[in-house]
Each structure stands twice: as C-alpha cells, then as structure tokens.
C-alpha cells in the first residue's frame, strides 16, 4: 500500500528535471519496503485478532469476535486495563504539571547550573530502563510500598517529566515574551498572563508533553515487573505474562485495540504540532520536531 | 544558589515599584523574575531527586557495599572461570564478560543496520515535498508510538514455525520445511531493528530537512557530478544526524530488555536481562554491579559522541 504513492514521481527536487532517474526509482523503490518492514507487521495482528481459529493461524479461517469477548469477560484484563489507565492519568497530569513550570524555567530562566540541571531532568530518557526500574525496586523495597499503584504511579511520573519538559521547551524557544509584557501593561496579573495569554500559546506543546507522558506511562513494563508486586498488575505486565506462558490469542484482541489508541494518539500530536508550529510566530517549520525531541526515550 | 542569595534583598521592593529610575527598576523586576524562575524549577527537581535520582544514586552505591564493603561485586568480571581457545589465543570466557560481549555485538549490529536502512529512507523523505514527506512519516511514527510489547508480539506471529514468514519461504519454495526463527539472535535483530528505526529516521530526516538544497544546485552548477554533491556537500551536511540517530539507536539498544527476552533464545542473554536475574537471585549488590557497568558504557559512549564528535544538541536543549 506504500508503494503505491511512495514510488510515484516526486516532485519537489531539482525543478528543472522532467524525468525521474533510474537511480531514484531504486531509492524509492527502497524506502517504499522499508516503511513497508516498519508497519506492515503491526497490521497483521489486526485480522488475527478476528480469527475463528482457537490457536494462532494464518490465514485466519473465519471471521469471529470471539477473543475480543474473551478480553472483556475476563476481569484479571479489564482489571488490568482500567488499573494501566488510572496510573497513567495520574502520572501524565502530575508530569504535564511539574514538567511544564520547569520547561518555563530551563528555558527563559539564568542560573548557574542550568545545563547540569537540564541534563539531570532529561536523563531518565536515556538511562536504561533496567537501572531506573532496580533502583526505584530497592528503594520501595525499604520503604514498603512494593505492590501499592500510587508508588508506581510516582515512578511513571518520574520517567514521564523529561517528554514534558521537551515538547513544552520546544514550543517556549520560538515564543515572543513580548505578548506577555503587553498583557501585563494592560493590568493583567501574573496569574492571568499565564492563564490566559502563555498557556494558550504553548497549549500544543503542553498537550503533546501530556500525550508523551500518558504512554509512556501506559505502555511502560520494566519498572512495573519489579515494582508491582502482586498489587498492581499493570496491562503491559498482564500481557508479558500472557506472552510467556500461552499466546492465547486474546492478546492479538488486545494488541489491535492498542495500535487503535496508538494511531489516534499519533494524529492528535501531529494535529498538535502543526497546529504548534503556526501558533508560533512565523518560523520557518521543522516537521517532526516534537517527535523527534520526544524520541530520545 | 548564587542569584537566590543575591536577589534576596529585593524581595519588598517589586510590588511597590519605587521609580528611581527605569533601568533600575528593570534590573530588579529581571532579578525577581529570576527567583520566580528558579521556584519553578524546584517542584519537579525535588521530584526527580526522590523518586529517580536517590533511589539509582543509592542503588548504584550497593555495588560497593552488598553484601559487604569491598569490590567483591567486580570480581566476576576479572576471574576468568574458563578459558577458550580463539584464533590460537586463549581467552578468559564467563557470563559477565559473555553477555556484556554478545550485549554491545548486537547494539553495535542493530545501530549499523538502521544507519543502513534508515538513512536512504529519511534522504528520500527530505527530497520530497514536505506534505507528502508529512504523510509517509506516519509509517515511522504509527511504529514509534505503539507498545514495544505489541511490536514484539508480531514479529513472534510473523516469526513463528506456522508463521507468515515460514508460510512464504515455504511456498516460494526457499526452504523445504519451515525454519526455526523464533528463539535465535536473527529473530533478537529483526525486532530490535524493527523497534529502533524510527529513532535512526527521526532525528536524520529532521537534519536533512534543514539542509540547505541551494547549496547542492550551486555544486552541481559548478559542474560536480550528482555522486560528489552528494559525498562533498550532502553526506557532510547531515552527519550531525548521523552522529544523533546513532548514538540513540546505540544507548537504546544496550539497555534492552522486552525484545531479546521474548525473540531471544537461551544464548541471547543481554545486560539488562542477566541484571533482572541477579535481583531476582537476592544477589543485590551484583545486580548493582551490573547496572554500572552499563551506566558507565551508556554514559561512555555518550560522552565520546558529545565531546568528540561535537553532537550536540541532541537532547532537546532546554537550556542552551
């Protein structure tokens, strides 16, 4: 399906040249497969999960809606579920929160120790999973709270502040102070310029900060099989569980409901960020930079 | 510290605005606003020092400490319990160094491989107008933003003996009977490359984008051939992504966890895993032994792309 347009004649390069090289042919030919390699084994799983078959088959038999009824009639998934959704709300409000004022201070403040400051609050995005997810272990072994969903949940928030503070600094860099001053020479307090003249401004960068955060959250297992205990079976822990013991194919069900909530969360932060870019003042665009600051995971 | 303790004497003064004179007034709103500036830093720096900073901080000291001071928790990585023949030398072998060797093979693999794939792609894409680019990029970023774990679910349905990709070999007529993929390092770099590309793509395409294309028509308009605008002015140009996308790629890769633990088979041990097996072992301060091992690689390799390839910038820069 993206060979289809990725390999018709692009237009846009060299002006001059009527006809397509052979050499870009083979380029387009190339990266019509590769994205191809990228998205095509996320949608095999969604005609599975319809599958008629009692084991994982393809093709599948027949049609049946049979293991999405198993989804839902069982509480340990819709438990999990619902537990997955609560942690990651409250992790992604609190991150959006403290996030957003210390991307206001990294980038408009001027302290010493900024950059160490900086490196320190982004950090989380690179340190591997495993050592956050022991850390975090030992800690909450000492104080007793393995197993308690709040305790997770303020580790999720942890991991989810630096998306925040990156997507929230990139809207504040192009950002003219000057719509503030003038809301404050009009009599506004500091509270009603943030409110009603800041916020609104960096409002998309704000919602894709959130947006980061709540999967990051949702989708987060490491330092949930460490964390959780037996109190807080997360769906990213119940679906580890179900893959290394049987692949009922109840979790294909699962999968093709998550990669739903995944493209949906994907054209919001694109409407976000390019919605971003012209609330800004006239930059000249940088497609994907939100999500290429949000990549550094 | 320093701007708190200077502005402190300012306090009274904002609100009530004594007109000395503009500037004045200026320099001590910006002092005040200063202070405003570093309260709001504080919430979330408490934040990450309690729930991230102590707890990998004090973690990372039980490596010295559990369960008894000393370096006993090293010891492993120096004692060769083994000794193997290569290339008529002999080696010392043991699972430590075993699995920090196949963990950096297969970061150095996956890294080489989405460099490979990754680059023509976000060259194509930067080539193209930035509407259509916009459109095919979904195809990088549905991957980037579904769950590692439903990534890793397919490639074991796509992988599997009654698998698609066995289905297809087969009838084609490449292999007789269907192959064993599934729990093999091939299986490991599949879904780790799967996994990993859109992070090689994201920050090249954002290089090239910026890349001035004025500047390849003056070379060609100077008579450079196709081939050397590209390796003299395009290659050079978008090296800062290259530097970027790698050392992602890289950090990423080394701390692995989800892909090589479900694709993986009995030899495909990575760092991350054998540490999850040594807390799960109670042997603590070994675990910890292990995660500063693979801090110090991480923070090594970052630091020799940073200081001596110049990337910078790669972390979002908040603060410049």
Redesign the interface.
């Known amino acids: 399906m993206?060979a289809g347009?990725?390999a018709a004649p692009?237009?846009?390069?060299?002006a001059g040249r009527a006809r397509v090289a052979p050499?870009r042919i083979v380029?387009?030919l190339?990266?019509a497969l590769?994205?191809?390699?990228?998205?095509f084994?996320?949608f095999?799983?969604v005609p599975?999960s319809f599958s008629s078959a009692k084991y994982?088959?393809?093709p599948p038999p027949g049609f049946s809606t049979q293991w999405y009824e198993s989804y839902f009639g069982q509480d340990a998934w819709t438990d999990a579920t619902r537990l997955s959704l609560g942690i990651a709300t409250f992790a992604a409000v609190l991150a959006t929160?403290?996030?957003t004022?210390?991307?206001?201070?990294?980038?408009?403040?001027?302290?010493?120790?900024?950059?160490a400051?900086?490196?320190?609050?982004?950090s989380?995005?690179?340190?591997?999973?495993?050592?956050?997810a022991?850390?975090?272990?030992?800690?909450y072994a000492r104080i007793r709270l393995i197993g308690s969903p709040l305790a997770l949940a303020?580790?999720h928030?942890?991991?989810a502040?630096p998306f925040v503070?990156?997507n929230v600094?990139?809207t504040l860099e192009g950002f003219d102070e000057r719509l503030e001053w003038a809301a404050m020479n009009l009599g506004a307090n500091r509270l009603q310029t943030f409110l009603r003249v800041t916020l609104p401004i960096i409002r998309p960068g704000v919602f894709a900060g959130f947006l980061f955060a709540f999967?990051t959250s949702f989708?987060e297992?490491?330092v949930a099989?460490?964390v959780s205990g037996t109190g807080a079976v997360t769906l990213?822990i119940k679906?580890?569980e179900s893959?290394?013991q049987d692949?009922d194919p109840t979790?294909?069900a699962v999968?093709t409901m998550?990669?739903t909530v995944?493209?949906l969360?994907?054209l919001s932060?694109?409407l976000l960020r390019t919605r971003g870019e012209r609330m800004r003042t006239a930059k000249v665009?940088?497609?994907?930079?939100a999500?290429?600051?949000g990549?550094?995971? | 510290m320093a701007t708190q303790t200077q502005a402190q004497p300012q306090a009274g003064a904002v609100g009530t605005a004594d007109r000395t004179g503009q500037a004045a007034r200026f320099a001590r709103q910006g002092r005040a606003a200063q202070r405003r500036y570093l309260l709001l830093l504080l919430p979330a720096l408490l934040f990450l020092v309690v729930f991230y900073g102590y707890p990998v901080a004090s973690m990372l000291t039980r490596a010295f400490t559990d369960p008894h001071l000393g370096l006993q928790n090293f010891a492993p990585f120096v004692q060769a319990r083994s000794k193997i023949e290569f290339l008529g030398t002999t080696i010392p072998s043991n699972a430590y160094l075993r699995v920090i060797g196949i963990t950096l093979q297969i970061a150095f693999g996956v890294t080489l491989v989405t460099l490979l794939l990754g680059y023509p792609v976000a060259y194509a894409l930067s080539s193209m107008s930035l509407a259509r680019a916009n459109l095919l990029m979904i195809f990088v970023l549905i991957p980037f933003w579904t769950s590692i774990l439903v990534r890793s679910y397919a490639w074991m349905v796509l992988l599997n003996k009654e698998g698609l990709v066995n289905k297809v070999l087969t009838g084609l007529g490449f292999t007789p009977e269907p192959l064993s993929l599934m729990h093999t390092r091939l299986a490991v770099y599949i879904g780790m490359i799967h996994i990993l590309l859109p992070f090689m793509i994201l920050p090249l395409y954002a290089v090239m984008r910026g890349i001035d294309r004025n500047l390849m028509r003056a070379a060609e308009n100077l008579g450079a051939r196709p081939t050397q605008t590209f390796r003299h002015v395009f290659l050079p140009l978008s090296l800062p992504g290259v530097g970027a996308g790698v050392l992602l790629v890289f950090i990423l890769a080394l701390g692995f966890y989800i892909t090589p633990a479900l694709l993986g088979g009995q030899k495909d041990v990575m760092i991350s895993m054998l540490i999850q097996q040594q807390v799960a072992n109670l042997n603590w301060g070994s675990a910890a032994a292990l995660a500063l091992v693979l801090l110090l690689i991480a923070v090594a390799i970052y630091l020799a792309f940073t200081r001596v390839l110049g990337v910078q910038k790669i972390f979002g820069g908040a603060a410049r």
């Open positions: 993206s347009t990725a692009a237009p846009g390069r060299s050499a380029l387009l190339f990266t590769v994205l191809l390699y990228l998205v084994p996320i095999v799983i599975l994982l088959q393809f929160v403290l996030g004022a210390a991307a206001l201070s990294l980038v408009r403040g001027r302290y010493p120790g900024k950059q400051v900086n490196s320190f609050i982004v989380p995005l690179v340190i591997p999973g495993i050592i956050v022991i850390g975090v272990y030992f800690f303020l580790a928030t942890a991991l502040i503070v990156i600094s990139a999967i989708d297992l490491i099989l460490f990213p679906m580890w893959l290394r692949i979790i294909a999968s998550l990669i995944s493209v969360v994907l932060a694109e665009p940088e497609p994907d930079e999500a290429v600051r990549a550094l995971e």
